[in-house]
């Protein structure tokens, strides 16, 4: 993770030099990890791969690839139960297994991947995207993304790690317009991180905030791809609905500051 950290900033110091960056938070998900359910096997007279680690754990190629780089509502039935195997799926992929192994070769091209992972939006949607839960369900960690943010004598630089949740609801509560991440079949890939940074401009004196999700392509995890200068990971950038964005993505920080505010009242 401080390979990937000193890569990002180093990365990031060279977009403008007016500028001087004075705080940066990241808000990851968890990366390669076992299945979850354990109900797997009830659901495909297939066999399942067999994993090393324990279910739920992070296994060797999502602590290499890291290394790089409250209650909820509740949903039983169909969409549930597909979030479960095509998380497996995409798991199995990501940690390199044969083609023939994951999700038992069945799936051959991008347009397969895009058409079962819109099974598990539809799931992280129905429970993480409406406005109401997602203001609800996020609250907690808007306030402590403020605590940082909005605190002049808090650290340079914090890593939170959570799930594909949390990502979910921190992007529906904040109202980010709608983004693509390129090369990647997930909304919210694993280890991919909401990248928070405030900016101090050396000319005028004022702070803006820039918010970008860094990731790797579904590829380079599978493959194993060791982050550098000259592979570094991918950067998209994102805009707040309610914050007015330059050509480079910055945003006024009054305006930034204003929306948390509100956010967490």
Known sequence: MLKFLTCFIILISYSNS????????????????????????QTSPRQWPSWREKSGYLTSKGRLLEGYMGKKPFISGPLKLSKSVVDSFIMEYYEGFPSNEVAWGQIKSEDEWSTILNLSRAYL???FTIKLISLDLSKPLLGYLSSFLLNDNSPKVVLLMGHDANIYTVLSAMDFKPHVLHGQYEAVPAGGKIVFQKWFNMLNGSYHMKIEYVYQTADKMRNGVKLSLDEPPE??????KACTVDKDG?????????????LIA
């Open 18 to 41: 007016e500028l001087i960056l004075e705080k940066v938070l990241l808000l990851s998900r968890h990366n390669v990890r076992t299945p979850l359910s354990k109900s797997l096997p």
């Open 125 to 127: 949607n129905a429970i």
């Open 235 to 240: 950067f998209t950038t994102l805009e707040l």
């Open 250 to 262: 910055y945003c006024p920080w009054n305006e930034f500051k204003t929306l948390l505010e509100e």
